[in-house]
Each structure stands twice: as C-alpha cells, then as structure tokens.
C-alpha cells in the first residue's frame, strides 16, 4: 500500500527553528514534495526533492533521504504568519500522495 | 503570473441537485489534476487528464465526471449531489515535461455547499 506518515500538529515559539519529519512508503517515487496550505486555501509550493540531500530556500530547507523514505522540512526563524498546515506529498506515478498534514501552531 | 483559475469559488446546491466545476490551467500546461478536500483532511487525488487524455483515476465517485477541453480547460460534473460531496475542490495543473515537470500548481478551490 502507500502510506505517507507526518505529525498530526506541532508547536514552536516565533523566531525559533522547527523541523516537520515526513516517512513515506509508496509504490513509485518521482520526487517529494512540501506544500503550505492556510486554512481554506489553497496549497502553495515550498520545495521538492528527488535525490537525496539537502535543498535550501530562504528559511525554508527541506531533507530526503530516499533509502530511509524520509524527509523533513525545517523552517528557520519563524514568524506568525508561518501558522499553517504543512503538507508532504510524494509524486508515485504522477499521482501525488499526500500525507494528513502537519499543523504548525507559532506562539509568540 | 498567470495561475490557475477555477470558477465559480463558492457553490451552493441542494441534495440530488447536479453541479459543474471549470479549471483553467496555467497557459502551456498540458496537465490537470482534481482533488476533493474535506475540513481538516488531505487532499484526495480524483482524476487527472494529460493532454486531453484522462492520465489516472483515484477516489472519484461513479456520480462524476470530468473531462478536459481541446483549449486545455477542465470541467468537474457532479450528479446527485449528496450532503459528504461538500468539501473544497482544487484543480492543480502542471507541466510534465517541463523542467519543475511534477510542481503541481493549485488553483484557489471551489468550495461546495449541500444542503
């Protein structure tokens, strides 16, 4: 089956560093994918892996190590308006599955 | 930047009623993907069309329907509504062999109401 797994929600202090961690088993891998989605909107693109390592933009970095089925996303010096849901999605097949989400509370 | 617009954003039906959501891809884009998003859940991959073709088939109902048009917009039909189709609708389009090819790029979403 295809299963992608990420926590349910997570909470972090403004100007703090947090990491959402995402483990996947799919049946195909074309490529990982982090999305930002407000509540009632639409999901916006943060990042996309396919091979392994590192990839950084601004204060957001995402991770995949492709042997293990796992990636994370790391928000640096987070602001309130970072409040949101997190999802990781994996392209299987041009399909995207996605995981339930991550919901990411900022306190200040 | 152009982005993907679908219409009409909010909608409001009745129970057995039909319904019709429009997708308009980002210009060049040669592939449209559905998803239904209930409150607090992920989004569900429904179907999607790879120039024109329908590409694959996920959770949607035998009740619908889609289709993608010779100018590369996408129609979502709904028929006999029931009141669990009331969720967010997203369209999303991408360019698959482009270089970003499995970016998925999400429209606004059409929120359905039955009542």
């Known amino acids: 089956g295809q299963n992608i797994d990420q926590p349910t929600e997570m909470t972090a202090t403004e100007g703090a560093i947090v990491q959402i961690n995402c483990t996947y088993q799919?049946?195909?891998?074309?490529?990982l994918f982090w999305y930002q989605q407000h509540a009632g909107e639409a999901p916006t693109f943060l990042s996309y892996?396919?091979l392994d390592g590192l990839e950084e933009k601004g204060r957001f970095s995402s991770f995949l190590s492709r042997s293990k089925g796992y990636s994370y996303l790391l928000l640096k010096e987070l602001q309130m308006k970072d409040s949101a849901s997190y999802l990781c999605?994996?392209?299987?097949?041009?399909?995207?599955?996605w995981g339930a989400g991550t919901k990411l509370i900022i306190k200040p | 930047a152009a982005g993907v617009i679908q219409s009409p954003r909010h909608l409001i039906k009745e129970k057995r009623e039909t319904a019709t959501l429009k997708c308009y891809p980002i210009?060049?884009?040669?592939?449209v993907y559905w998803y239904q998003q209930g409150p607090g859940q992920d989004p569900q991959f429904l179907i999607s069309?790879?120039?024109?073709?329908?590409?694959d088939k996920g959770s949607i109902p035998d009740r619908f329907s889609a289709q993608q048009f010779s100018d590369y917009h996408s129609e979502l039909n709904m028929s006999s509504l029931e009141l669990g189709d009331s969720a967010l609708y997203f369209c999303?389009?991408?360019?698959?062999?482009?270089?970003?090819?499995?970016?998925?790029?999400f429209g606004p979403g059409t929120r359905l109401t039955v009542t």
């Open positions: 799919t049946s195909g891998f074309n490529g």
């Open positions: 210009p060049r884009h040669d592939t």
């Open positions: 999303a389009s991408s360019f698959r062999t482009g270089p970003s090819s499995y970016e998925q790029y």
């Open positions: 999605a994996v392209n299987s097949n041009y399909q995207l599955i």
């Open positions: 892996n396919v």
């Open positions: 069309f790879y120039e024109k073709m329908q590409s």
